[in-house]
T-cell receptor, first 115, second 114 residues
């Protein structure tokens, strides 16, 4: 039973390019969360999705960032026209239920570097 | 506005002794508090949680204490082992409407010396 799979593990993009980060939740999990960790910071919530629905995107920057979790396939976090400040580790977590008091399962993250 | 604070960036203890990691929060609406352990280049791993209506939860070597009046929680690791060396994040869960999210502290790097 594979855990939460994120790819790529490392991604380098030039300023102005697009970055696509993928997250495959654990089998049977229908809730996906994206968090971002800047250097020397804790993780910050970005977006919460269920299959085909965005539940809460209050942590997403207003421009250039979008997320989806289609009926089939992985969840995608898309960053258009990347800037240096987007360089960070992006973590995806999944859970089978919304009310999960014993924590979500996190993936290993995608480390985005914008040059 | 940092709602979850871990004021100690680092902590060093001897193997076999107790490690105490502290966390303060400001928002009374948090309903669960969680501790995660993180190794470099890996994702956070869930350790232990506590409901806001409890004051203690224990799981093996790990115990979390919650002092709601002081808005303070702590993680105790007894006895500490070198494999416990990692960054520990305190997180608080906020459930609002149809959503839930975790608010993380900045982490405390624990080093357990053999």
């Amino acid at each position: 039973n594979a855990g939460v799979m994120q790819n790529p593990r490392h991604l380098v993009r030039r300023r102005g390019q697009e970055a696509r980060l993928r997250c495959s939740p654990m089998k049977g999990h229908s809730h996906v969360y994206w968090y971002r960790q800047l250097p020397e910071e804790g993780l910050k919530f970005m977006v919460y999705l269920q299959k085909e629905n965005i539940i809460d995107e209050s942590g997403m920057p207003k421009e250039r960032f979008s997320a989806e979790f289609p009926k089939e396939g992985p969840s995608i976090l898309r960053i258009q026209q990347v800037v240096r400040g987007d360089s960070a580790a992006y973590f995806c977590a999944s859970s089978p239920l919304r009310d999960r008091a014993n924590g979500y399962t996190f993936g290993s993250g995608t480390r985005l570097t914008v040059v | 506005d940092q709602q979850v604070k871990q004021n100690s960036p680092s902590l060093s203890v001897q193997e076999g002794r107790i490690s105490i990691l502290n966390c303060d929060y400001t928002n009374s609406m948090f309903d669960y508090f969680l501790w995660y352990k993180k190794y470099p280049a890996e994702g956070p791993t869930f350790l232990i949680s506590i409901s806001s209506i409890k004051d203690k939860n224990e799981d093996g070597r790990f115990t979390v204490f919650l002092n709601k009046s002081a808005k303070h929680l702590s993680l105790h690791i007894v006895p500490s082992q070198p494999g416990d060396s990692a960054v520990y994040f305190c997180a608080a869960r906020r459930t609002q409407g149809g959503s839930e999210k975790l608010v993380f502290g900045k982490g405390t790097k624990l080093t357990v010396n053999p």
